[in-house]
């Protein structure tokens, strides 16, 4: 759905890019409450959205004369936003206090914990990022994540060390959560944060 008739928006934006103030406000008053929602949806905390908002709002600014009169300017504002929901994610999947409030607070627009290990996207997903590992980490992940071994029982059907497991499985995740988050959508973030960075 359009926020702007085309004609406004252009000359909004032309006035933007010249450094125009009242023009990047009025901006902010069409688009702000649009994509704080999009935002919103995605993060689940009214709080985080809020900051995510005004640092895409910081970037538009900062950006101004780079912006393409020929292109979307909305798509432009959605993929800041999207991105910055990324961002937002990413620091997730390495914060456990972090993933456990997300997670607690998932209820309404993602799935529960084990719809998530059982959606076929995620799935297929998951495979593939395990068949980029190295044979011996590859190994190591699917004894240890996909069927539950401890890192000594691993460490003894490889032949190999405790230590060197535990190195296996440090570079899996990493390499995991990097195939996963150039393959994301909302479903696959909340899942690296759920499996990848080990919670339950």
């Known amino acids: 759905m359009k926020i702007l008739e085309d004609d406004l928006q252009k000359q909004l934006l032309t006035r933007l890019k010249q450094g125009d103030e009242s023009a990047f406000n009025a ?15 995605m993060v689940k905390n009214a709080e985080d959205a809020d900051e995510l908002l005004q640092e895409l709002f910081i970037k538009l ?29 990413r620091k997730i ?20 914990a084990q719809d998530l290990l059982e959606n076929k996207e995620i799935s297929i997903l998951l495979q593939r990022a395990i068949d980029q590992l190295t044979p011996q980490r590859k190994q ?22 405790t230590a060197t497991v535990n ?27 759920y499996m990848v960075a080990g919670i339950g």
């Not at 901006?27 to 949806?41: E, F, G, Q, T, V």
């Not at 390495?94 to 799935?111: G, P």
């Open 167 to 193: 190195s296996h499985m440090t570079k899996s995740f990493q390499s995991i959560k990097d195939y996963l988050l150039e393959h994301q959508n909302v479903y696959t973030l909340l899942f690296i944060a």
């Open 27 to 41: 901006l902010y008053k069409a688009y702000s409450k649009p994509l704080y929602l999009r935002i919103l949806r």
């Open 140 to 161: 190591a992940f699917q004894l240890c994540k996909i069927e539950g071994k401890s890192y000594e029982e691993t460490a003894a059907l490889m032949g190999i060390s």
């Open 61 to 89: 600014w900062d950006n101004r004369r780079s912006i393409d009169l020929e292109k979307s300017f909305q798509s432009y504002m959605y993929t800041i936003a999207q991105n910055l929901v990324y961002n937002y994610f």
């Open 93 to 112: 999947a390495n914060d456990q206090t972090l993933i456990k409030s997300l997670l607690a607070n998932a209820t309404d627009y993602y799935l529960n």
